[in-house]
């Protein structure tokens, strides 16, 4: 079966701090693999999207970027963190024939 | 574009009581249609999905929906509600044959269920 993990679980970091959470996909090859965040209130916002290595796609116009080293790796970073960086981060993934999107845990990430 | 609205954000019902939440969407495009739920500081798990065919879809839970293209709407109703559907639940959706796999999401309801 397949399964999807994110971490931390947990992130509290001061605003100018660089920022690196990671999504990783296992039981299944060449996934599309996607970025949320979740603010209160507002839903779930796409942030990037991935159909493959090293393909990416962005949604929303900010100060965080995503790669995808590996087939079933998702990595989320940032430079210099925001105030209004904090939120809840999930990450999913789809097979490449499906619409069907499956969530991993998400990161609580805190920007203070 | 597709949008997806979900009328109200907070919805209150009694233990036993039926639960409804309402989903009206915008797509140019047959549409598929998605309703997932969040417990706190969880992701999001799948409840129930449109793709084609049945109208009247079953999930999990004991949850169900109605695809309802000439009201443009996908409710999620449950006979009998338990304290354990205390959560939020989201409605998505994707235009079909559209080459992408973006999901849009609304804003979410959040349910809660009074013993």
């Known amino acids: 079966s397949q399964t999807i993990h994110q971490w931390p679980a947990t992130l509290v970091q001061p605003v100018g701090s660089p920022l690196s959470l990671e999504c990783t996909v296992e039981?299944?090859?060449?996934?599309?693999l996607y970025w949320y965040r979740q603010a209160a209130g507002r839903g779930l916002q796409l942030l990037f999207y991935?159909?493959?290595?090293?393909?990416i796609s962005s949604e929303v116009p900010q100060n965080l970027s995503a790669s995808r080293p590996q087939d079933r790796q998702f990595i989320l970073s940032s430079k210099k963190l925001l105030l209004s960086d904090s939120g809840f981060y999930l990450c999913?993934?789809?097979?490449?024939?499906?619409?069907?999107?499956?969530f991993g845990p998400g990161t609580r990430l805190t920007v203070t | 574009a597709q949008s997806v609205t979900q009328l109200g954000s907070h919805v209150s019902v009694s233990e036993g009581a039926l639960v409804l939440l309402r989903c009206n969407y915008s797509?140019?495009?047959?549409?598929?249609l998605f309703w997932y739920v969040q417990y706190p500081n969880q992701g999001l798990q799948l409840l129930l999905k449109?793709?084609?065919?049945?109208?009247l879809v079953k999930g999990i839970n004991g949850f169900e929906a109605e695809f309802k293209k000439s009201e443009t709407s996908f409710h999620l109703t449950k006979p009998s509600a338990h304290m354990s559907d205390a959560a939020e639940y989201f409605c998505?959706?994707?235009?079909?044959?559209?080459?992408?796999?973006?999901?849009?999401f609304g804003k979410g309801t959040k349910l809660s269920v009074i013993p």
């Open positions: 999913a993934w789809s097979r490449q024939d499906s619409y069907e999107q499956y």
């Open positions: 039981g299944t090859s060449n996934p599309n």
């Open positions: 991935s159909v493959g290595i090293g393909q």
């Open positions: 797509s140019s495009v047959p549409p598929y």
């Open positions: 449109y793709t084609t065919g049945a109208t």
């Open positions: 998505a959706v994707i235009e079909s044959g559209a080459g992408s796999y973006q999901l849009t």
